[in-house]
């Protein structure tokens, strides 16, 4: 079974970037498509972005598209989120996901059955 941890998040004033890593362990990444959800203070859990096992197929919520990229190193068993021209509304946990399901859309959490612990990120000056 698939053991996901997020790393890379942090601190970062607006405007600035961050590239946040989902690493996995107990079996390879090859297979799963990979999510990245984003739950913001008290706010539910949102789907940011998906990519497909292969890395062809990828998916981004409207507010992402232009400022997020997602990226994946099956040979390194790792996954990536780039995002870049932080703002503050992308304060929160961001957390990524795996699942064998063929699709990125929907990018929905109750499709993923295995989570990591999430990374905080916070935008501030």
């Known amino acids: 079974q698939v053991q996901l941890e997020e790393s890379g998040g942090g601190l970062v004033q607006p405007g600035g970037s961050l590239r946040l890593s989902c690493t996995a362990s107990?079996?390879?990444?090859?297979?799963?498509?990979i999510g990245w959800f984003h739950q913001a203070p008290g706010k539910e859990r949102e789907g940011v972005s998906c990519i497909g096992e292969t890395g062809r197929g990828t998916y981004y919520r409207d507010s992402a598209r232009g400022r997020f990229t997602v990226s994946r190193d099956n040979a390194k068993n790792t996954a990536y989120l780039e995002i870049n021209n932080a703002k503050p509304e992308d304060t929160g946990v961001f957390y990524c996901?795996?699942?064998?399901?063929?699709?990125?859309?929907?990018?929905?959490?109750?499709?993923?059955?295995?989570w990591g612990q999430g990374t905080q990120v916070t935008v501030s000056s």
């Open positions: 996901a795996a699942d064998t399901i063929a699709i990125v859309t929907p990018c929905k959490p109750y499709l993923f059955d295995h």
């Open positions: 107990g079996s390879t990444l090859g297979g799963y498509t």
